[in-house]
C-alpha cells in the first residue's frame, strides 16, 4: 500500500511544482511597453525626491551636541598651584594613558584672557625641552620629568612670566613647537593644538597621580568656592 501511494504521489508533485512555476513566471512577466512605464516612475520618483530631499534636511534641526575628540578620549587631572596662585595646570590623561600637559582654566592667562607675548621650551641654559629626541618602544632618549620640572616659561605682554610646572613623573615624548607661532593656540582645547607638551607617565606611579590631582568634580568644586564663575568653562 505504502509503495503505491508513492509511486503515485511523485508525479503529482512534480506537476504542481512545475505548475506554479509557470503561474509565478506569468505573474512576473513584464513586456516592453511595461519596462518603458516603470523606468519613467523611477525617473519621476528620483527627480521628486532630489527636489524634495534639501527641504526635509533644512527643516530638520539637531537638539543633541555630540561631544568633541577631546570630551571623548581624553580625563583631565588638574593641579592648583598653591605656591604661586594662578599658575594651574592640567593633565589631560588619553585613553592609552598618553598625557598632554596644559593650562588649567583657572590659570591667569587663560582666566584673564592674558596677551601671550612669547613661550619658551628652554627652561635653562643647559636643558632646551624641544631638542628633546625620542626613538624606539622604550622612548630611548626621552628626557625624564619629575612633578616639579619646567616644561616651559610664557610671557605675557604685562611683561609677567611664568614657569609652568608638568606636575607628573614620566618621559617627555614632545613640546607644542607650534605654540612658538601661534601662541593664542593657549585658549582653544587641546585637540586644536591648546596643549604645550605631551608626556608618557611612569606606569608604576600611574595611580598615584590620577589620585594626587583633582577630577573634573573635585576642581569644579574648589573652584565654586574660590571663584563661582569658573563653572563657565567651555571646551568648544
Known amino acids: 500500500m505504502d509503495e503505491v501511494f508513492s509511486d503515485y504521489s511523485e508525479p503529482v508533485t512534480k506537476k504542481r511544482k512545475v505548475s506554479d512555476l509557470e503561474e509565478n513566471n506569468k505573474s512576473h512577466s513584464i513586456t516592453i511597453g511595461d519596462s518603458q512605464k516603470l523606468s519613467t516612475t523611477i525617473e519621476d520618483l528620483e527627480l521628486t525626491e532630489s527636489k524634495t530631499a534639501p527641504h526635509i534636511l533644512h527643516s530638520f534641526k539637531f537638539t543633541t551636541v555630540f561631544p568633541n575628540v577631546t570630551e571623548r578620549y581624553l580625563t583631565p587631572y588638574y593641579c592648583i598651584n598653591e605656591d604661586v596662585p594662578g ?9 592609552n594613558r598618553i598625557c598632554l600637559i596644559g593650562l588649567a582654566p583657572s590659570h591667569e592667562i587663560i582666566e584673564q584672557k592674558k596677551k601671550v607675548k612669547c613661550i619658551s621650551f628652554k627652561v635653562s641654559d643647559k636643558l632646551d625641552r624641544s631638542s628633546n629626541k625620542v626613538s624606539g618602544k622604550s622612548k630611548h632618549g626621552a628626557q625624564p620629568l619629575q612633578p616639579s620640572s619646567t616644561i ?6 604685562d611683561e609677567k612670566v611664568y614657569s609652568v610646572k608638568c606636575n607628573m613623573t614620566g618621559k617627555l615624548m614632545e613640546v607644542n613647537n607650534v605654540l612658538l ?3 593664542e593656540l593657549l585658549f582653544h582645547p587641546p585637540h586644536k593644538g591648546g596643549y604645550l607638551a605631551i608626556a608618557l607617565p611612569n606606569m608604576v606611579r600611574f595611580e598615584a597621580l590620577t589620585k594626587e590631582l583633582l577630577t573634573q568634580e573635585l576642581y569644579h568644586a574648589r573652584m565654586a568656592v574660590k571663584k563661582p564663575s569658573i563653572n563657565n568653562i567651555t571646551t568648544e
Not at 599658575?87 to 585613553?95: A, E, F, P, R, Y
Open 152 to 157: 616651559c616659561t610664557i610671557q605675557c605682554e
Open 87 to 95: 599658575n594651574d595646570t592640567c593633565i589631560w590623561v588619553h585613553s
Open 181 to 183: 607661532e601661534k601662541p
